[in-house]
Nanobody, 126 residues
């Protein structure tokens, strides 16, 4: 499967932004999809993930209550709605996918994913 992340940009603190991850080349509902981010000089970290069924989800404590992950399997797209953005959210955001026979699986580590998109830059600054 090929992944294309988009929607990044420059926003002021407190504002919102929605990222999209468009997939092609696979049976999308069989893929768990996650968002990760990597700030300059830091390791890539987990942000949020959603199972193929669109019901089971998980997110990092640092974004709980601010970021929401969702998916539209008919459009082969996963979204990350980010609100109340903070300067520390500044990073390159990557989406990743992995095929799972069970549609309720959620993965939270980079090693669990087989396919990665190219990343989209999010900068939160006044």
């Amino acid at each position: 499967v090929q992944l294309q992340a988009s929607g990044g940009g420059l926003v002021q603190p407190g504002n919102s932004l929605t990222l999209s991850c468009a997939a092609s080349g696979g049976t999308f509902r069989r893929y768990v999809v996650g968002w990760f981010r990597q700030a300059a000089g830091k390791e890539r970290e987990f942000v949020a993930a959603i199972a193929g069924n669109g019901v089971n989800k998980d997110s990092a404590d640092s974004v709980k209550g601010r970021f929401t992950i969702s998916r539209d399997n008919a459009k082969n797209t996963v979204y990350l709605q980010m609100s109340s953005l903070k300067p520390e959210d500044t990073a390159i955001y990557f989406c990743a996918a992995s095929w799972r026979i069970h549609s309720n699986v959620v993965l939270t580590t980079t090693g669990g994913y087989d396919y990665w998109g190219q990343g989209t830059q999010v900068t939160v600054s006044s």
